[in-house]
């Protein structure tokens, strides 16, 4: 079973830094690309970044780039978003999802971590 | 970038009805249209990928079809378990967008 656990997230003062954790099992991680897709509270979906699976291409939304950072260790299963000088519409839920290139769609997400950027 | 823009934004429908949700893409994606359905507090699910595959698992009252620049899902009988909301995405190009969603409501 393919299973996508986050960790990480909580509450950050504006131009603070966080670093948002995930674990992927169930499936040959270092296959896929993965990303990191987030919901504001009460919003849509919006894609934030991917990364392929070696690691060496990587693609953001034009709002994070320069200040978030997607990078992957595939002996560990893990993905991880290191997210800087975070703003208030910085606040939403961040989900991990594993990305089929072949087709183009999220095909499995983790559970979700709440992020919120207030003073 | 692409704009995804889904029609109705809500509706409201009976069990056992037919339902159909459009979406449309600025411009031509071919085939790289997902539908998901989101229920409240949790992560989205994946229904179909490709415009038209149906994913392993998803109930055949669900299907898509379109290509280009025009897609639907249409559910034909509505059951208790389908009032949530459903987004569409595009998977083109980057960056990959959504569609603003379709909260399908209990009548």
């Known amino acids: 079973e393919v299973q996508l656990v986050e960790s990480g997230g909580g509450l950050v003062q504006p131009g603070g830094s966080l670093r948002l954790s995930c674990a992927g099992s169930?499936?040959?991680?270092?296959?896929?690309?993965m990303s990191w897709v987030r919901q504001a509270p009460g919003k849509g979906l919006e894609w934030v970044a991917n990364?392929?699976?070696?690691?060496?291409?990587?693609y953001y939304v034009d709002s994070v780039k320069g200040r978030f950072t997607i990078s992957r260790d595939n002996a560990k299963n893990s993905l991880s978003l290191q997210m800087n000088s975070l703003r208030a519409e910085d606040t939403a839920v961040y989900y991990c999802a594993r990305f089929d290139y072949g087709s183009g769609p999220f095909d499995y997400w983790g559970q979700g971590r709440l992020v919120t950027v207030s003073s | 970038d692409v704009q995804m823009t889904q029609s109705p934004s809500s509706v409201s429908a009976s069990v056992g009805d037919r339902v159909t949700i459009t979406c449309r893409a600025s411009q031509g994606i071919s085939s790289w249209l997902a539908w998901y359905q989101q229920k409240p507090g949790k992560a989205p699910n994946l229904l179909i990928s490709a415009a038209s595959s149906l994913q392993s698992g998803v109930p055949s009252r669900f299907s898509g079809s379109g290509s280009g620049t025009d897609f639907t899902l249409t559910i034909s009988s509505l059951q208790p378990e389908d009032f949530a909301t459903y987004y569409c995405?595009?998977?083109?190009?980057?960056?990959?967008?959504f569609g603003q969603g379709t909260k399908l409501e209990i009548k």
């Open positions: 995405q595009q998977a083109n190009s980057f960056p990959y967008t």
């Open positions: 169930g499936f040959t991680f270092s296959s896929y690309w």
């Open positions: 990364i392929k699976q070696d690691g060496n291409e990587k």
